[in-house]
Structure formats: structure tokens, C-alpha cells
């Protein structure tokens, strides 16, 4: 865990320098060019999907891909959806010391790429489910939605029956 950790922080962290310091400017450039909307999308999809697969659209279907790519070119939406990482970034309250949270959680991590760790998980929410996947990345209902779908149903399953 600490090599896919350390790989993600060292090799896949430029999306958020880029968004947490220049949303705009990622996003007019996004904007402004369909391609490079296109390969900005899908090297995500490349990146973070499960490493199984040679090709994002062997993870997910091409037509997804597509669509995904369309929902933000036609939107415009590039820069607006960068403004989350601009905006946790410069939140000093996103990162001050706060009570952990109440409500039940459920975790479905993706053993091949996720780098989520179950003790900050756990430190700051009330964790009652936590799922390791052997298949599948950070696109899980893209990727293997049977499977986040009878995790989440058995996750809400759990919940009727302790109420």
C-alpha cells in the first residue's frame, strides 16, 4: 500500500497542482481546444483504472468516455469543476483538527489503484463498512458497477437492520 501510495503522490499528483493553484487556467485551455479536453479526460481514465486493462476503454466503454469527455466541453465546465481543488486547497478550515463524524460510512476501495488508508478513513468518519476490491479503480461504477452496486446495497442493508 505504501508503493501505490507513494507512486500516486510522486507521478499522478500534477492534475492537482494544476487545479489547486490555476483553475481558470486549466480550464480556458480545456475549453478552447476539444483534444485537448479529450486527452486531459482520458489520461485520467488511463491513469486511474484498473491497471488490468492496457486501454481506458478496456476499463470503460468507449461511449462513456466519450460522453464524459462531451458533458464538460459542451458545458464548458473544465474550470468550474477544477475550483473544488483550488477551493480545498486554500480552505484552512478544510484542514484544521475537527471532531470525527457521526454518520455511518461505507469505503468500496479499489486494491490496484486506490490509495485510500482505513485508519484516516476511520479517524475522521464513522467507518461501519469498509470493502477491498481486487478489480477495478477510482471510476468503480464505470469499471465494475455489480460490484459497488451489492456493496452498496448490502451497506444499506446493514443499516435497516441495526435501526
Request: zero cysteines; proline letters at 6%.
Amino acid at each position: 500500500m505504501v508503493a501505490v501510495v507513494q507512486d500516486f503522490r510522486d507521478d499522478k499528483m500534477g492534475f492537482n497542482a494544476i487545479q489547486s493553484t490555476r483553475p481558470e487556467t486549466v480550464g480556458h485551455a480545456l475549453h478552447d481546444s476539444p483534444v485537448g479536453q479529450l486527452a486531459w479526460i482520458v489520461e485520467k481514465f488511463k491513469e486511474w483504472t484498473d491497471p488490468a486493462n492496457e486501454l481506458p476503454e478496456d476499463a470503460v466503454d468507449r461511449d462513456t468516455l466519450l460522453t464524459n469527455v462531451s458533458v464538460y466541453w459542451f458545458t464548458g465546465t473544465a474550470a468550474s469543476s477544477a475550483h473544488l481543488y483550488y477551493e480545498t486547497a486554500h480552505d484552512p478550515a478544510a484542514w484544521a483538527p475537527k471532531d470525527p463524524g457521526t454518520v455511518p460510512t461505507a469505503v468500496a476501495v479499489a486494491l490496484p489503484t486506490d490509495v485510500a488508508i482505513r485508519r484516516y478513513a476511520a479517524r475522521d468518519h464513522h467507518v461501519v463498512r469498509w470493502t477491498e476490491f481486487e478489480r477495478g479503480g477510482n471510476f468503480l461504477a464505470l469499471e465494475e458497477p455489480g460490484l459497488l452496486i451489492e456493496d452498496v446495497r448490502a451497506f444499506f442493508a446493514g443499516l435497516a437492520r441495526d435501526a
